[in-house]
């Protein structure tokens, strides 16, 4: 049995880990949950998988969570989760926070000697480098929980020795592709959040919209793989049948296919290396007849090129733009800022928050700080611009 510390238990990869864990009675046991907010769910969830700790982040509902659940552990506040997730009995840590809120608690589980299942690609993004490093310096296995990367790792599986000329990540496109600046320039929340293939949460959705999701899951997959800027492609295949491929030195492409279901590079992701049978829907050619590709449009679509940009320039640049995106997607949900100004203000963030060739984990927690308050200060400007 293997026992698994799940981080953003409410959210859709933490509900859907969850799903893998019932449908496996037997080979798992839940030591911890946590979440933000929604106390009501994270206390159904403790219900029925009786963990050992339950962590609330937000203090207003610790009194609400701890009543509920007299005789679990209850904690609350971003510090707690260092303890959900370097229990002694913890195996197995799923990463399923939503931000840059990850990167403590995911060291924190390194240096525990704890394997990470990641699904929060920010803690690549901000500080890839540095948590590469402790990985192998600990001796951790991180498995990716994204199904694009969660693919290029299987592809690589028993090609230990076989140089990779470079890996395709696919894009959906979401639900604006082939549309172009004239008609974004309007579109709305409630548009945006219309994923045509994929249920996801609000933030990730929205990132989907604007590629800025592949743009961070580029730099993801940097750190991951080990590869250069010039190594990693994107190709946009609506149809999200092929996660993503690798091609070899010799030509040769590999690719992971299947339906869109999280819940397949979850159950991977905790079973790996086995690969133990399920009950999850299987793919079947002939309801795809055609699997399309094109480019992406990164003219239309520039946080794809931004993302490049922060790949290649390297030191904080990655977390700068990381930063400026969570606040610009949070000023989008609220009709604070349009679909269009938010790659303005990554832009503006990108050339005016201070860089750092070689950054330490304190600096990248000073950067994330400073880009937050500085993108809020431009997200201002815009919407008393939009007023006027």
Same mark, same amino acid.
């Given at each position: #049995?293997?026992?698994?510390?799940?981080?953003?238990?409410?959210?859709?990869?933490? @509900?859907?880990?969850?799903?893998?864990?019932?449908?496996?009675?037997?080979?798992?046991? $839940?030591?911890?949950? @946590?979440?933000?907010?929604?106390?009501?769910?994270?206390?159904?969830?403790?219900? =029925?998988?009786? %963990? &050992?700790?339950?962590?609330?982040?937000?203090?207003?509902?610790?009194?609400?969570? +701890?009543? *509920?659940?007299?005789?679990?552990?209850?904690?609350?506040?971003?510090?707690?989760?260092?303890?959900?997730?370097?229990?002694?009995? /913890?195996?197995?840590?799923?990463?399923?926070?939503?931000?840059?809120?990850?990167?403590?608690?995911?060291?924190?589980?390194?240096?525990?000697?704890?394997?990470?299942?990641?699904?929060?690609?920010? !803690?690549?993004?901000?500080?890839?480098?540095?948590?590469?490093?402790?990985?192998?310096?600990?001796?951790?296995?991180?498995?990716?929980?994204?199904?694009?990367?969660?693919?290029?790792?299987?592809?690589?599986?028993?090609?230990?020795?076989? %140089?990779?000329? +470079?890996?395709?990540? /696919?894009?959906?496109?979401? %639900?604006?592709?082939?549309?172009?600046? !004239?008609?974004?320039?309007?579109?709305?929340?409630?548009?945006?959040?219309?994923?045509?293939?994929? $249920? #996801?949460?609000?933030?990730?959705?929205? &990132?989907?919209?604007?590629?800025?999701? +592949?743009?961070?899951?580029?730099?993801?997959?940097?750190?991951?793989?080990?590869?250069?800027? =010039?190594?990693?492609?994107?190709?946009?295949?609506?149809?999200?049948?092929?996660?993503?491929?690798?091609?070899?030195?010799?030509?040769?492409?590999?690719?992971?296919?299947?339906?869109? &279901? #999280?819940?397949?590079?979850?159950?991977?992701?905790?079973?790996?290396?086995?690969?133990?049978?399920?009950?999850?829907?299987?793919?079947?050619?002939?309801?795809?007849?055609?699997? @399309?590709?094109?480019? *992406?449009? @990164? +003219?239309?679509?520039?946080?794809?090129?931004?993302?490049?940009? *922060?790949?290649?320039?390297?030191?904080?640049?990655?977390?700068?733009?990381?930063?400026?995106?969570?606040?610009?997607?949070?000023?989008?949900?609220? &009709?604070?800022?349009?679909?269009?100004? #938010?790659?303005?203000?990554?832009?503006?963030?990108?050339?005016?928050?201070?860089?750092?060739?070689? %950054?330490?984990?304190?600096?990248?927690?000073?950067?994330?700080?400073?880009?937050?308050?500085?993108?809020?200060?431009?997200? /201002?400007?815009?919407?008393? !611009?939009?007023?006027?």
């Amino acid at each position: #049995m293997k026992n698994i510390s799940i981080l953003g238990s409410t959210g859709s990869i933490g @509900t859907q880990t969850l799903e893998v864990v019932r449908e496996n009675p037997g080979l798992y046991k $839940v030591n911890a949950l @946590t979440a933000q907010n929604s106390a009501d769910l994270l206390i159904q969830q403790a219900l =029925e998988f009786n %963990p &050992d700790l339950v962590v609330i982040g937000n203090e207003v509902h610790y009194t609400k969570v +701890k009543t *509920a659940l007299p005789s679990i552990k209850v904690l609350c506040g971003e510090e707690a989760l260092i303890e959900a997730v370097t229990l002694p009995e /913890t195996h197995f840590v799923i990463t399923a926070l939503v931000g840059s809120v990850g990167l403590k608690p995911t060291i924190a589980a390194i240096k525990a000697k704890k394997d990470i299942g990641l699904a929060n690609k920010e !803690t690549l993004v901000v500080a890839g480098e540095l948590v590469m490093e402790l990985a192998q310096q600990n001796g951790v296995e991180i498995i990716p929980v994204d199904s694009e990367h969660s693919a290029i790792f299987q592809c690589l599986v028993g090609e230990k020795n076989n %140089p990779v000329e +470079k890996i395709i990540l /696919t894009a959906s496109g979401g %639900p604006f592709r082939g549309k172009d600046r !004239t008609f974004l320039s309007s579109v709305t929340k409630k548009e945006a959040l219309k994923h045509p293939n994929w $249920v #996801m949460g609000a933030k990730i959705t929205i &990132d989907s919209a604007s590629l800025m999701n +592949k743009g961070l899951e580029v730099i993801e997959a940097k750190w991951l793989f080990n590869l250069q800027p =010039e190594q990693i492609e994107v190709v946009v295949h609506p149809q999200s049948v092929i996660h993503s491929m690798v091609q070899f030195n010799d030509g040769s492409i590999k690719a992971q296919m299947g339906v869109p &279901d #999280m819940k397949l590079p979850i159950h991977y992701a905790l079973a790996y290396p086995q690969r133990i049978r399920n009950n999850f829907k299987r793919f079947d050619f002939l309801n795809y007849p055609e699997l @399309t590709f094109s480019h *992406a449009d @990164t +003219k239309t679509f520039r946080n794809l090129e931004l993302a490049y940009n *922060a790949m290649k320039k390297g030191g904080n640049m990655p977390c700068i733009i990381n930063a400026a995106n969570e606040i610009v997607v949070d000023a989008f949900l609220k &009709d604070q800022i349009g679909f269009l100004e #938010m790659s303005d203000v990554i832009e503006e963030a990108m050339e005016n928050v201070p860089f750092i060739a070689h %950054p330490t984990l304190q600096d990248y927690l000073e950067t994330d700080e400073q880009t937050r308050i500085f993108a809020a200060e431009v997200v /201002t400007k815009h919407l008393l !611009t939009n007023l006027k």
